[in-house]
């Protein structure tokens, strides 16, 4: 069973602050990995993807990934209040014609002003 | 470009009646995947298809629950005889190989059974 973990939060932190948000999977052959934001009421929207060990920055955003832990987490620098929703980690399938996506629970990350 | 849309955005039926929820992917994308999402819920895998293959079925959770893909494009998600555990928010995605198969996600259909 394919599995990917996250902390269901909340995460609680104040603005201007770095949120740091984590995931680990289980399907050692999985090759890259995604974080999709979701705010309430609403369909998950995509921020980042990333498929080499190492660190990835987009703005604010940073994904940091380490195939030898099977750990994927992202980084919030400077979290504003509409940074507030849940985040949702997935990691693509390995093996075969098989590209479904595994998605984690998520983490509620809550950002005060 | 369009992104993936997905009809109704929200549909209330009596328990017992069939709904059919309709998605339709971003022009190009040869895999299309509904899920569902239960309040303050993560989101359950139903059905995945890619391209002429055979879908994943695996996520289905009962034989109540059927889809299709027709011309490798639109798919319809069909639910027989409703029951209250149906309602739920019925998310589509589409992804493609070239774009590394990150999925983009339908704003979803609420579905109310009552």
């Known amino acids: 069973q394919k599995e990917v973990e996250q902390n269901s939060g909340p995460l609680s932190v104040p603005e201007g602050a770095i949120a740091s948000l984590n995931c680990t999977y289980s399907d050692r052959g999985s090759q890259s990995f995604f974080w999709y934001r979701q705010y309430s009421g609403k369909s998950p929207e995509l921020i980042m993807f990333i498929y080499s060990n190492g660190d990835k920055e987009d703005g604010r955003f940073t994904a940091q990934l380490n195939k030898a832990s099977q750990y994927v987490s992202l980084l919030i620098r400077d979290s504003q209040p509409s940074d507030s929703a849940t985040y949702l980690c997935a990691a693509l399938n390995s093996g075969g014609s098989n590209y479904k996506l595994t998605f984690g629970k998520g983490t509620l990350l809550t950002v005060n002003p | 470009g369009a992104g993936v849309s997905q009809s109704p955005s929200n549909k209330v039926t009596e328990k017992g009646k069939d709904v059919e929820l309709r998605c339709d992917p971003i022009s190009g994308h040869t895999a299309l995947y509904w899920y569902r999402q239960s309040l303050g819920q993560g989101l359950e895998f139903l059905i995945y298809f890619q391209g002429n293959s055979a879908p994943d079925k695996s996520g289905l959770p009962s034989d109540r629950f059927s889809a299709e893909r027709t011309g490798g494009s639109v798919s319809t998600l069909t639910i027989q005889r409703t029951q209250q555990e149906d309602s739920a928010v019925y998310l589509c995605?589409?992804?493609?190989?070239?774009?590394?198969?990150?999925?983009?996600f339908g704003p979803g259909t609420r579905l109310t059974v009552t």
């Open positions: 995605a589409s992804s493609s190989r070239t774009s590394g198969y990150e999925q983009y």
